[in-house]
């Protein structure tokens, strides 16, 4: 048999049974109040500074997680506001991986979130969701970002946990991750 017809004969056979392998899966981030590249609901904007909305955390869901998560940690940015340095409006770590959504208003409470998992300074120097509240102009970019880390738990003795430390925290330990984008304007 000739090399090339034993290279295109290797290749038909690896061809088809790679047809037969599963479609693989990926991570996703949704949400029951609002589409990606949408408006985000009325609710979720912040009450204070100038803004009066309900402050009310959009529900989130995921699915598809890696392999070998043991835990994930959630950031909501408007990762274009102050020159590109951003604005951080909610953090959330130690969330259990057997937890795959969490339902409007989680980002309540302070510094527990339901239904399990704990909270991290954001900009506001709060440990809760702080909604959008965008200068005049149009619309920002929000998004909410969900990672698949192989940290059971995440250690938040001695210094306070800010997403910056955070970030730092889950580097080398993000299995996978996926971003929900919304639009809100003033």
Request: hydrophobic residues 40%; contains cysteine.
């Amino acid at each position: 048999m000739s090399a090339s017809r034993a290279t295109s004969l290797l290749f038909a056979i690896v061809l088809s049974a790679c047809a037969h392998l599963p479609a693989t899966s990926t991570f996703a981030l949704t949400s029951s109040d609002f589409q990606a590249g949408a408006t985000l609901p009325d609710g979720s904007m912040l009450n204070g500074l100038d803004c009066h909305g309900a402050n009310v955390s959009p529900a989130l869901a995921w699915t598809n997680a890696p392999a070998g998560t043991k835990s994930f940690a959630l950031v909501l940015d408007d990762y274009k506001a102050r020159g590109g340095d951003g604005f951080v409006h909610w953090v959330a770590y130690n969330i259990p991986a057997n937890v795959t959504a969490l339902p409007a208003n989680a980002g309540a409470t302070e510094p527990e979130l339901a239904p399990s998992g704990r909270h991290a300074y954001n900009d506001f120097l709060r440990r809760n969701y702080g909604g959008p509240c965008p200068p005049e102009g149009p619309a920002h970019e929000y998004r909410f970002t969900i990672f698949a880390l192989d940290l059971e738990s995440i250690d938040d003795a001695g210094t306070p946990m800010t997403w910056r430390k955070l970030r730092f925290i889950i580097k080398g330990h993000t299995l996978g991750e996926a971003s929900l984008t919304g639009l809100r304007g003033h």
